[in-house]
């Protein structure tokens, strides 16, 4: 019988990682909630500034900024956000259409926000301060999350739930907030869950919840690190329970956004969110997330020329797994179930790519000799034996690579054609010519891998 694992970050960190996460690398985020309604916000070239899933806080809330005059102008004077609720009904969402969308965008897995901060559930929680403020009681009348996590694990995908620790109405932010709080003091004092009752009722209740009833392949939480610590949230207490008995606790994750003082510190693994931090590095896991665009909700602000290409999100993709990391990538539907065609589009074209350069992406891991910056157009990742040499463009000029153990058992190709490329050794280095094919013959768009069998 294995020793339990005791609430101290030492014992903690001691856990081994799962190895599913790093093998995975490519997951897809979900936004989707009641903000989904208004679906709005300001764009911003400021970090975070067009985060419409902020809506609650940024447009009506306590860090209002004069964006409260749209909501007055489409909604009312009176109009809270609470009346949202009954305005997110789900009526076309087709969790199998999801799922099919998600494998053939060629992710791994999949992460859905079950509660976001404003603290609209998603599941049927018995938490009694939810009544008429979750998906069952109001709006969809359905269980979004099992839906969703039936159909994601019937594509033989994992899934992985967003839970955000804190909530606007209920916690104190005095880091945030002039008033200490992000909403109005309105809405704290008319729904708020008494400070105490949330940190040990309500909090444990509800992941416990999650874990038990849907078995999560990773807990995505948010928010516990802006303001309170481990004391305050009992993160050690919480995590150790997680580890210790949860149904599938062999495989479950959890990310560094507990508490405050967590990130870049504890956790499975260390995230980042549009490139935010420095606190990633080669030697930990870590997993970069984006929106397509500028948000993580849906921002009906946001036009074409706002979204990420279909290049620019593989060459995104290509630079995080050869840094070591996994890239979440999110989609942000809108409140009757749909995810945008545009957004689609991207998937699939990413799936393309997959399809043909998969195998220089799953499973792999850096390889110790690259030197990279980036202005540079190569990248590099290794598979077992295998190097693999990630073009951002159509390679015209000869590849130069140090650092591999030449000899006559190296074999060079580009994925996805199938005659050998043009290669020699030269002073112990190994130069790689640029296949001679046509436009037509272009294995795929976007990027372009030759593998060096036998150079990892």
Not at 250 to 263: A, F, L, S
Not at 375 to 380: A, C, G, T, Y
Request: proline share 6%.
């Amino acid at each position: 019988m294995p020793t339990p694992y005791q609430p101290t970050w030492a014992s903690l960190d001691s856990r081994p990682m799962p190895a599913w996460f790093n093998e995975a690398k490519f997951g897809i985020f979900i936004h989707w909630g009641v903000y989904s309604v208004p679906a709005w916000r300001p764009l911003s070239d400021t970090l975070y500034a067009s985060y419409a899933e902020w809506y609650y806080a940024t447009v009506i809330g306590d860090m209002e900024f004069g964006g409260d005059a749209f909501h007055k102008a489409q909604f009312g004077e009176d109009f809270e956000y609470r009346d949202f609720g009954s305005m997110f009904k789900a009526e076309l969402f087709d969790p199998d259409y999801w799922a099919d969308l998600f494998h053939r965008a060629g992710a791994k897995y999949v992460v859905l926000t079950s509660k976001h901060h404003d603290g609209f559930c998603l599941w049927p929680t018995q938490s009694p301060y939810k009544k008429n403020w979750n998906s069952l009681d109001i709006g969809p009348k359905r269980d979004l999350v099992g839906d969703l996590t039936s159909a994601v694990r019937n594509k033989g995908l994992r899934m992985g739930l967003y839970y955000s620790i804190t909530e606007w109405e209920s916690i104190p932010s005095p880091t945030r907030s002039k008033t200490g709080y992000l909403v109005n003091t309105k809405m704290v004092e008319k729904y708020g869950i008494p400070e105490d009752k949330y940190v040990h009722e309500h909090l444990p209740l509800q992941l416990k919840e999650l874990v038990m009833n849907y078995q999560p392949s990773l807990i995505f939480s948010d928010g516990g690190e802006w303001d309170w610590d481990e004391h305050y949230w009992h993160t050690q207490n919480l995590l150790a329970w997680l580890y210790n008995e949860a149904p599938n606790k062999d495989e479950v994750v959890v990310n560094d956004r507990w508490c405050h003082g967590m990130t870049g510190r504890h956790g499975d693994y260390f995230s980042s969110e549009y490139q935010d931090t420095d606190a990633v590095t080669i030697a930990y896991p870590w997993e970069e997330s984006r929106g397509i665009g500028g948000s993580y909700g849906l921002n009906r602000a946001e036009n074409i020329d706002n979204y990420r290409t279909s290049q620019e999100l593989v060459h995104e993709l290509i630079d995080v797994v050869s840094r070591g990391g996994n890239m979440l990538l999110n989609v942000g539907p809108t409140a009757d179930g749909r995810i945008p065609p545009l957004q689609q589009q991207r998937l699939v074209d990413i799936g393309d790519w997959l399809r043909v350069n998969g195998e220089a992406i799953y499973d792999s891991t850096v390889w110790k000799h690259a030197e990279v910056n980036k202005q540079d157009k190569l990248r590099f990742t290794t598979v077992g034996n295998n190097l693999y040499v990630l073009c951002l463009q159509w390679p015209t000029q000869e590849i130069v690579l140090s650092g591999i153990s030449v000899g006559d058992h190296l074999s060079v190709f580009m994925l996805g054609v199938k005659q050998p490329v043009p290669s020699n050794v030269q002073d112990g280095k190994l130069i790689i010519s640029p296949p001679v094919i046509s436009p037509a013959e272009a294995p795929c768009a976007h990027a372009y891998v030759f593998k060096v069998e036998g150079g990892g």
